[in-house]
């Protein structure tokens, strides 16, 4: 497998298969994700690894929350507010799909609230890994982290894993402390979800839309040979 077949297969799983990947590739992708770009070699991100044990105790203790109405001081925003509609748009879109892949009607809450649930729960996976960034950095340290996350997920579909990055475990900063004992200086930016992909799982299988080229691309600020490359790119198939 290339890069560009690696890139086009990258998908966030939310099914799993039983198969625990071994510690040894989970150090192997790690080491190979470390090579990510970072300006100055600052490389800010911090990993910790949750084996089966205490992931486990990481989802009991939030899970416990999340069924009680606990609520955490969240640390940052994952969205802006208010939401632009160009964006709003997007997000709809990319719910309605996983909904839809999973037969639940827009007026069925309960399945929906159990399906945000299974955030909490690893979407049952028996690994995972919580990644944090020194509070000190600004938004281009978070950006530098943006890519050691690119780098781990292509690294993991080489061993023929699957990822999921979960934003939602932000909104439990407290918990997620307690059972990782990071230090104070260190802010929790995401989870990642770490195990064999169950293939034949339709929501795992959903490649959402992506917007075309002369969305991002303003074609009056480059140059007439990127502008003629750029009106030949197709732009048909599953990201449409």
């Known amino acids: 497998m290339n890069i560009k077949e690696g890139i086009e297969k990258r998908f966030s799983v939310r099914a799993f298969t039983d198969e625990v990947p071994s510690m040894d590739t989970i150090k192997e992708i790690l080491i190979t994700a470390n090579s990510a770009p970072s300006g100055g070699n600052i490389q800010p991100w911090k990993v910790y690894v949750l084996n089966e044990e205490t992931k486990q105790a990481l989802a009991e203790k939030t899970l416990y929350n999340f069924d009680n109405g606990v609520q955490e001081e969240i640390e940052y925003d994952i969205y802006p507010k208010p ?33 945000i649930r299974e955030n909490y729960n690893f979407f049952g996976a028996p690994l995972g890994m919580i990644i944090t960034i020194d509070r000190s950095f600004g938004k281009n340290g978070w950006g530098h982290v943006g890519m050691f996350l690119e780098n781990l997920w292509l690294s993991a579909i080489d061993k023929g894993l699957g990822l999921c990055l979960q934003e939602s475990w932000s909104i439990y900063p407290k918990t997620v402390k307690e059972i990782t004992k990071h230090p104070d200086n260190e802010i929790v930016i995401i989870k990642v979800t770490s195990k064999h992909a169950a293939v034949l799982t339709l929501l795992s299988m959903i490649y959402h839309r992506r917007i075309s080229l002369e969305i991002i691309y303003r074609l009056n600020s480059i140059s007439n040979y990127a502008q003629s490359v750029i009106k030949h790119c197709s732009t048909d198939g599953l990201y449409d």
């Open 83 to 115: 939401l632009a509609d160009e964006y709003k748009k997007r997000r709809y879109e990319c719910g309605a799909d996983m909904y839809k892949a999973l037969s639940i009607e827009k007026d069925d809450l309960d399945s929906r609230f159990k399906q």
